[in-house]
Protein backbone atom coordinates (compact mmCIF):
# COMPACT_ATOMS: atom_id res chain seq x y z
CA UNK A 1 0.00 0.00 0.00
CA UNK A 2 1.82 3.29 1.44
CA UNK A 3 4.93 0.97 1.15
CA UNK A 4 5.02 1.04 -2.49
CA UNK A 5 3.96 4.56 -3.53
CA UNK A 6 4.94 7.12 -0.53
CA UNK A 7 7.39 5.39 1.42
CA UNK A 8 10.19 4.69 -0.17
CA UNK A 9 10.50 8.10 -2.61
CA UNK A 10 10.47 9.56 0.53
CA UNK A 11 13.13 7.71 2.01
CA UNK A 12 15.11 10.75 3.97
CA UNK A 13 11.58 12.10 5.42
CA UNK A 14 10.56 8.57 6.87
CA UNK A 15 12.32 8.96 10.34
CA UNK A 16 11.47 12.49 10.98
CA UNK A 17 8.05 11.86 10.77
CA UNK A 18 8.65 8.62 12.74
CA UNK A 19 10.24 9.79 15.39
CA UNK A 20 7.54 12.80 15.62
CA UNK A 21 4.72 10.29 15.82
CA UNK A 22 6.67 7.88 18.09
CA UNK A 23 6.89 10.58 20.47
CA UNK A 24 3.72 11.90 20.49
CA UNK A 25 2.42 8.28 21.22
CA UNK A 26 2.77 4.58 22.80
CA UNK A 27 4.24 2.64 20.80
CA UNK A 28 5.94 -1.14 20.69
CA UNK A 29 7.10 -1.15 17.45
CA UNK A 30 9.37 1.46 16.16
CA UNK A 31 11.08 0.31 13.02
CA UNK A 32 9.41 1.96 9.90
CA UNK A 33 9.02 -1.85 8.27
CA UNK A 34 7.38 -3.50 11.31
CA UNK A 35 4.18 -4.99 10.39
CA UNK A 36 1.24 -3.80 12.40
CA UNK A 37 -1.76 -5.60 10.26
CA UNK A 38 -2.40 -7.30 6.96
CA UNK A 39 -5.53 -6.61 4.47
CA UNK A 40 -5.18 -9.89 2.56
CA UNK A 41 -1.56 -9.73 1.55
CA UNK A 42 -1.02 -5.59 1.88
CA UNK A 43 0.76 -5.15 4.78
CA UNK A 44 0.34 -1.74 6.87
CA UNK A 45 3.32 -1.08 8.21
CA UNK A 46 4.80 1.30 11.15
CA UNK A 47 5.76 4.01 8.15
CA UNK A 48 2.62 4.21 7.24
CA UNK A 49 0.80 5.07 10.33
CA UNK A 50 3.61 7.83 10.56
CA UNK A 51 2.91 9.14 7.48
CA UNK A 52 -0.76 9.01 8.01
CA UNK A 53 -0.40 10.69 11.18
CA UNK A 54 1.42 13.71 9.19
CA UNK A 55 -1.74 13.69 6.81
CA UNK A 56 -4.58 13.47 9.63
CA UNK A 57 -2.45 15.62 12.25
CA UNK A 58 -5.58 17.85 12.85
CA UNK A 59 -8.23 15.61 13.30
CA UNK A 60 -5.81 13.55 15.47
CA UNK A 61 -5.61 16.61 18.08
CA UNK A 62 -8.99 15.54 18.98
CA UNK A 63 -8.27 12.33 20.53
CA UNK A 64 -5.92 10.90 23.27
CA UNK A 65 -2.53 10.52 21.91
CA UNK A 66 -2.98 7.08 23.20
CA UNK A 67 -5.78 6.72 21.15
CA UNK A 68 -3.97 7.91 17.62
CA UNK A 69 -2.47 4.10 16.86
CA UNK A 70 -5.88 2.48 16.70
CA UNK A 71 -7.82 5.53 15.11
CA UNK A 72 -4.87 5.31 11.93
CA UNK A 73 -4.99 1.56 11.74
CA UNK A 74 -8.41 1.60 11.76
CA UNK A 75 -8.52 4.85 9.05
CA UNK A 76 -5.64 2.60 6.82
CA UNK A 77 -7.67 -0.53 7.18
CA UNK A 78 -10.50 1.07 5.88
CA UNK A 79 -8.66 2.91 2.83
CA UNK A 80 -7.14 -0.50 1.72
CA UNK A 81 -10.36 -2.35 1.40
CA UNK A 82 -11.85 0.59 -0.37
CA UNK A 83 -8.84 0.82 -2.55
CA UNK A 84 -8.43 -3.20 -3.25
CA UNK A 85 -12.83 -2.61 -4.61
CA UNK A 86 -11.76 0.26 -6.56
CA UNK A 87 -8.98 -1.77 -8.47
CA UNK A 88 -11.64 -4.84 -8.46
CA UNK A 89 -13.81 -1.58 -9.88
CA UNK A 90 -11.17 -0.87 -12.24
CA UNK A 91 -11.36 2.97 -11.42
CA UNK A 92 -7.86 2.83 -11.41
CA UNK A 93 -7.53 2.34 -15.05
CA UNK A 94 -9.94 5.14 -15.14
CA UNK A 95 -8.20 8.24 -17.40
CA UNK A 96 -9.11 11.14 -14.94
CA UNK A 97 -8.29 8.91 -11.80
CA UNK A 98 -4.69 8.25 -13.68
CA UNK A 99 -4.88 12.09 -14.52
CA UNK A 100 -5.22 12.36 -10.70
CA UNK A 101 -2.02 10.41 -9.76
CA UNK A 102 0.03 11.99 -12.31
CA UNK A 103 -0.93 15.22 -9.98
CA UNK A 104 -0.42 13.81 -6.85
CA UNK A 105 3.33 12.39 -7.50
CA UNK A 106 3.96 15.93 -9.21
CA UNK A 107 3.18 17.32 -6.09
CA UNK A 108 4.46 14.87 -3.96
CA UNK A 109 7.50 15.10 -5.93
CA UNK A 110 7.62 19.11 -5.07
CA UNK A 111 7.70 18.96 -1.76
CA UNK A 112 10.09 16.22 -1.59
CA UNK A 113 12.65 18.00 -3.63
CA UNK A 114 12.01 21.37 -1.74
CA UNK A 115 12.38 19.37 1.83
CA UNK A 116 15.45 17.91 0.77
CA UNK A 117 17.54 19.60 -1.65
CA UNK A 118 16.33 23.56 -0.62
CA UNK A 119 15.04 23.02 2.92
CA UNK A 120 17.45 20.15 3.49
CA UNK A 121 20.53 21.90 2.27
CA UNK A 122 20.43 24.61 5.55
CA UNK A 123 23.18 23.69 7.40
CA UNK A 124 24.05 24.88 11.04
CA UNK A 125 26.82 26.71 9.61
CA UNK A 126 24.50 28.65 7.23
CA UNK A 127 22.06 29.69 10.60
CA UNK A 128 25.40 30.84 12.17
CA UNK A 129 26.52 33.00 9.47
CA UNK A 130 23.17 34.30 8.88
CA UNK A 131 22.86 35.13 12.47
CA UNK A 132 26.07 37.19 12.33
CA UNK A 133 25.14 39.14 9.44
CA UNK A 134 21.56 39.93 10.71
CA UNK A 135 22.91 41.51 14.16
CA UNK A 136 26.45 42.29 13.18
CA UNK A 137 24.98 45.89 13.59
CA UNK A 138 22.02 45.45 16.02
CA UNK A 139 21.28 48.33 18.59
CA UNK A 140 18.46 46.85 20.82
CA UNK A 141 15.72 49.54 22.26
CA UNK A 142 16.35 50.90 25.60
CA UNK A 143 15.15 49.15 28.19
CA UNK A 144 13.65 50.13 31.91
CA UNK A 145 13.20 48.29 34.75
CA UNK A 146 11.13 50.00 37.56
CA UNK A 147 8.90 49.18 40.61
CA UNK A 148 5.91 50.98 42.09
CA UNK A 149 3.29 50.95 44.02
CA UNK A 150 -0.10 51.78 43.32
CA UNK A 151 -2.79 53.09 45.51
CA UNK A 152 -6.37 54.79 45.52
CA UNK A 153 -5.89 58.17 46.91
CA UNK A 154 -3.06 60.66 46.27
CA UNK A 155 -3.02 61.26 50.17
CA UNK A 156 -2.31 57.78 50.62
CA UNK A 157 0.72 57.89 47.64
CA UNK A 158 1.88 61.24 49.63
CA UNK A 159 2.35 59.29 52.22
CA UNK A 160 4.04 56.09 50.80
CA UNK A 161 6.78 58.92 49.16
CA UNK A 162 7.00 60.56 53.01
CA UNK A 163 7.70 57.22 54.44
CA UNK A 164 10.13 56.63 51.82
CA UNK A 165 11.84 59.43 52.16
CA UNK A 166 12.28 58.42 55.82
CA UNK A 167 14.31 55.22 54.74
CA UNK A 168 11.23 52.72 54.18
CA UNK A 169 12.41 49.86 52.20
CA UNK A 170 10.62 50.24 48.83
CA UNK A 171 9.65 47.01 48.00
CA UNK A 172 8.82 45.52 51.41
CA UNK A 173 6.52 48.59 51.30
CA UNK A 174 4.61 47.96 47.96
CA UNK A 175 4.43 44.45 49.49
CA UNK A 176 2.40 45.95 52.45
CA UNK A 177 0.63 48.33 50.65
CA UNK A 178 0.40 48.93 46.70
CA UNK A 179 -2.64 47.43 45.29
CA UNK A 180 -1.53 46.22 41.91
CA UNK A 181 -0.78 43.12 40.36
CA UNK A 182 3.14 43.12 41.34
CA UNK A 183 2.96 44.17 44.60
CA UNK A 184 3.29 40.64 46.30
CA UNK A 185 6.67 40.82 44.20
CA UNK A 186 7.91 44.09 45.41
CA UNK A 187 6.14 46.36 42.84
CA UNK A 188 8.45 44.35 40.33
CA UNK A 189 7.55 45.12 36.89
CA UNK A 190 10.60 44.06 34.84
CA UNK A 191 11.99 45.22 31.97
CA UNK A 192 10.14 46.92 29.63
CA UNK A 193 10.38 49.34 26.45
CA UNK A 194 8.89 52.88 25.75
CA UNK A 195 5.32 52.28 24.56
CA UNK A 196 4.59 49.35 27.22
CA UNK A 197 3.40 51.53 29.66
CA UNK A 198 0.65 54.03 29.49
CA UNK A 199 2.06 57.91 29.04
CA UNK A 200 2.04 59.38 32.54
CA UNK A 201 3.67 56.50 34.01
CA UNK A 202 6.50 56.02 31.42
CA UNK A 203 7.33 59.67 31.29
CA UNK A 204 7.56 59.91 35.27
CA UNK A 205 9.45 56.64 34.44
CA UNK A 206 11.72 58.39 31.61
CA UNK A 207 12.55 61.68 33.52
CA UNK A 208 13.85 59.08 36.72
CA UNK A 209 17.90 58.16 37.09
CA UNK A 210 18.57 54.35 38.76
CA UNK A 211 17.91 54.37 42.13
CA UNK A 212 15.65 57.51 42.20
CA UNK A 213 12.13 57.74 43.32
CA UNK A 214 9.41 60.27 41.90
CA UNK A 215 8.98 63.07 44.02
CA UNK A 216 5.00 63.23 43.35
CA UNK A 217 2.48 60.93 42.92
CA UNK A 218 1.64 59.96 39.61
CA UNK A 219 -1.94 59.76 38.49
CA UNK A 220 -2.98 56.98 35.55
CA UNK A 221 -6.88 55.45 34.91
CA UNK A 222 -5.49 52.81 37.56
CA UNK A 223 -4.90 55.10 40.46
CA UNK A 224 -1.74 56.74 41.73
CA UNK A 225 1.58 55.85 41.74
CA UNK A 226 5.25 55.81 43.80
CA UNK A 227 7.65 54.84 41.24
CA UNK A 228 11.32 53.58 41.09
CA UNK A 229 13.69 53.31 38.35
CA UNK A 230 15.78 50.31 38.99
CA UNK A 231 17.90 50.17 35.79
CA UNK A 232 18.48 50.97 32.38
CA UNK A 233 20.21 49.02 29.47
CA UNK A 234 20.06 48.59 26.44
CA UNK A 235 18.05 45.53 25.13
CA UNK A 236 20.28 42.64 24.65
CA UNK A 237 21.04 41.09 21.02
CA UNK A 238 18.43 37.90 21.01
CA UNK A 239 20.51 34.45 21.53
CA UNK A 240 21.04 32.62 17.96
CA UNK A 241 18.48 29.58 19.20
CA UNK A 242 16.02 32.45 19.48
CA UNK A 243 16.00 33.30 16.25
CA UNK A 244 17.12 29.81 14.44
CA UNK A 245 13.30 29.15 13.23
CA UNK A 246 13.00 32.51 11.47
CA UNK A 247 16.45 32.72 10.09
CA UNK A 248 15.77 29.04 8.90
CA UNK A 249 12.83 30.53 7.22
CA UNK A 250 14.63 33.48 5.54
CA UNK A 251 17.25 31.24 4.26
CA UNK A 252 14.88 28.78 3.33
CA UNK A 253 13.36 31.17 1.18
CA UNK A 254 15.94 32.56 -0.61
CA UNK A 255 17.68 29.42 -1.28
CA UNK A 256 13.71 28.48 -2.84
CA UNK A 257 14.35 31.46 -5.43
CA UNK A 258 17.90 30.94 -6.42
CA UNK A 259 17.17 27.12 -6.92
CA UNK A 260 14.25 28.21 -9.14
CA UNK A 261 15.88 30.79 -11.17
CA UNK A 262 18.61 27.84 -11.87
CA UNK A 263 16.92 25.62 -12.78
CA UNK A 264 14.25 27.68 -14.90
CA UNK A 265 17.00 28.87 -16.58
CA UNK A 266 17.79 25.43 -18.35
CA UNK A 267 14.06 24.29 -18.93
CA UNK A 268 12.53 24.84 -21.77
CA UNK A 269 9.05 25.90 -21.23
CA UNK A 270 6.28 26.83 -23.85
CA UNK A 271 3.05 28.41 -23.23
CA UNK A 272 0.76 28.09 -26.23
CA UNK A 273 -2.47 29.21 -24.57
CA UNK A 274 -2.81 32.43 -26.43
CA UNK A 275 -4.67 34.03 -23.40
CA UNK A 276 -1.71 32.63 -20.91
CA UNK A 277 0.95 34.48 -22.00
CA UNK A 278 0.12 37.59 -21.06
CA UNK A 279 -2.00 36.73 -18.00
CA UNK A 280 -1.02 38.99 -14.90
CA UNK A 281 1.06 36.63 -12.51
CA UNK A 282 1.88 36.94 -9.14
CA UNK A 283 5.21 37.75 -7.79
Same mark, same amino acid.
Given at each position: ?????????????????????????????????????????????????????????????????? @????????????????????????????????????????????????? @????????????????????? /???????????????????????????????? /???????????? $?????????????????? *?????????????????????? @??????? *????????? *??????????????????????????? *????????? /??????? $????
Amino acid at each position: MFQNTIRRPFGSLLIPALAVFIGSATVNASEPDDVVATVGETEITEADLAFAAQDLGQELQRFPPA @QWRAILLDVLVDMEILAQAARDAKIDQDPDFQRQIDFLTLRALRNAYIA @QEVEGAITDADLETAYAETFA /DYQGEEELNARHILVEEKAEAEAVIKELEAGA /DFAELAKERSTG $PSGPNGGDLGYFTKGQMV *KPFEDAVLALEPGQITEEPVET @QFGWHVI *KLEDRRTQP *KPKLAEVAPQLRQQLAREKYAETMEAL *KANAAVEIL /DEDLKDA $PRSE
